[in-house]
């Protein structure tokens, strides 16, 4: 059964840094692409950072160049969403995804606040 599970969130204050972690298990990682995605309150969800099977990095919006960066440990299965001089606007559920054979799955997310 194929399991994402994010971890790491919670509220920091602006300039702060977190790293998100997406624990996978159910598939084996090495041979897959993994995507991280936010959805702030009100909005749709969107892309941030994408990391192949081979470490290739895709960017999405402008709001991730020099600020955000992804990882992957293929031996402890889980990929890293290193977010730094974070700002309100970061505020956001943070999800990471799998698209395996046509299929999208995703974890539960978890919440990123960014508040003084």
């Known amino acids: 059964q194929v399991q994402l599970v994010e971890s790491g969130g919670g509220l920091v204050q602006p300039g702060g840094s977190l790293r998100l972690s997406c624990a996978v298990s159910?598939?084996?990682?090495?041979?897959?692409?993994i995507g991280w995605f936010r959805q702030a309150p009100g909005k749709e969800r969107e892309g941030i950072l994408c990391?192949?099977?081979?470490?290739?990095?895709?960017n999405y919006p402008d709001f991730v160049k020099g600020r955000f960066t992804i990882s992957r440990d293929n031996a402890k299965k889980t990929v890293y969403l290193q977010m730094n001089s974070l700002n309100p606007e970061d505020t956001a559920m943070y999800y990471c995804?799998?698209?395996?054979?046509?299929?999208?799955?995703w974890g539960k997310g978890t919440l990123v606040t960014v508040s003084s």
């Open positions: 995804n799998l698209r395996l054979n046509g299929v999208d799955y």
């Open positions: 159910g598939f084996t990682l090495d041979h897959h692409a």
């Open positions: 990391v192949s099977s081979s470490g290739g990095i895709t």
